[in-house]
């Protein structure tokens, strides 16, 4: 009798072994919805705005597209006179401010770079060389006036310009080299905005649901 009862119940507890069922795993996290929407218009665009070509290699053909270190140095100069004219509000006075300081502590790198720049255009241009040396400044300072960009354009001048103190002489024409893209960058971004939303380009966003 007791080993039948001690079968039974080991046959008992057995069962309510199996029939446990163990817990199940927690669902797993929502997937992101994408879905493909119109781009926007950029925001200051107008539409029919004329925007510079782009090059073959993807580029845009700015003002500031080839140049030789000495160019770099005095695209740059334009770059900060527009800013310290253009760019409004509390920074204003100390842009200016060191705008001058850098002008009156880097005079002698950058009468060179302009000598050296005009000396580009003497060998290419020949006689005509100083109108388009004239029409070249021009079309640079009308970029960097542009408004539709002057937000993130202003913050880049002033950290270049709060930077350029403390650069040696002999590495002007690197900070220029790569100070000058980001001062152009808000601009640039804009152009491929801008050519996104006006070839009716889809772009992808991402929701949860």
């Known amino acids: 009798m007791r080993v039948r009862l001690f079968a039974v119940g080991a046959a008992s507890l057995l069962a309510a072994a199996c029939s446990h069922t163990p817990p199940s795993a927690p669902p797993p996290p929502p997937q992101p919805i994408v879905k493909m929407t119109l781009a926007p218009m950029p925001v200051g665009a107008r539409a029919g705005m004329r925007i510079p070509a782009k090059l073959a290699d993807g580029r845009w053909a700015t003002p500031n597209v080839g140049l030789s270190s000495a160019g770099s140095v005095w695209h740059l100069r334009a770059a900060l006179n527009v800013a310290v004219l253009a760019c409004r ?21 950058l009468a060179a770079a302009q000598t050296a720049l005009q000396q580009e255009y003497r060998a290419t241009r020949g006689t005509q060389w100083e109108d388009a040396f004239d029409d070249q400044m021009t079309r640079l300072y009308n970029f960097f006036a542009q408004d539709f960009a002057h937000g993130r354009f202003c913050v880049a001048a002033r950290d270049t310009l709060a930077a350029v103190g403390t650069v040696p002489a ?27 939303w006006q070839s009716g380009a889809l772009v992808r966003v991402a929701a949860t649901g």
């Open 89 to 109: 509000g509390a920074d204003q006075a100390v842009m200016v401010n060191e705008y001058n300081a850098m002008l009156g502590a880097r005079k002698v790198e």
């Open 170 to 196: 002999a590495e002007i024409p690197t900070f220029a080299a790569q100070r000058l893209p980001v001062l152009e960058a808000p601009f640039t971004d804009f152009f491929t905005a801008y050519d996104r």
